[in-house]
């Protein structure tokens, strides 16, 4: 079993920025990809960024690239999100996911932490 747990989000007014963290613990040696999704008011849950677990890799979604960057620390097996230039849009609930494979859709994700609430006023 591997755990998720986010940290970071908060209130944060457009144009700004935060830095969502994801500790992992447990089998994290079974972990291929590591991942970004949200949930916002409305809509269906939808990928953000995924890193595979050795840094090799990076990809965003259309609607973040440029303005979010995914990292991840080997040492302290956490994961990163950047998040600069914020907008009202990007209000949504931040989950960290991990996948044994190498998918990034939703529907692949092995492990999912609870989630952290970002809220970007206009």
């Known amino acids: 079993q591997v755990q998720l747990v986010e940290s970071g989000g908060g209130l944060v007014q457009a144009g700004g920025s935060l830095r969502l963290s994801c500790a992992s613990s447990g089998r994290t040696l079974s972990i291929y990809a590591m991942c970004w999704f949200r949930l916002a008011p409305g809509k269906e849950r939808e990928f953000v960024a995924t890193t595979l677990w050795s840094g090799a890799m990076t990809d965003y979604a259309d609607s973040v690239k440029g303005r979010f960057t995914i990292s991840r620390d080997n040492v302290k097996n ?45």
Do not use: F, H
Request: net charge neutral.
């Open 78 to 122: 956490t994961v990163y999100l950047q998040m600069n230039s914020l907008k009202p849009e990007d209000t949504a609930v931040y989950y960290c996911a991990a996948a044994r494979r190498p998918s990034v859709r939703l529907e692949d994700m092995d492990y999912w932490g609870k989630g952290t609430l970002v809220t970007v006023s206009s």
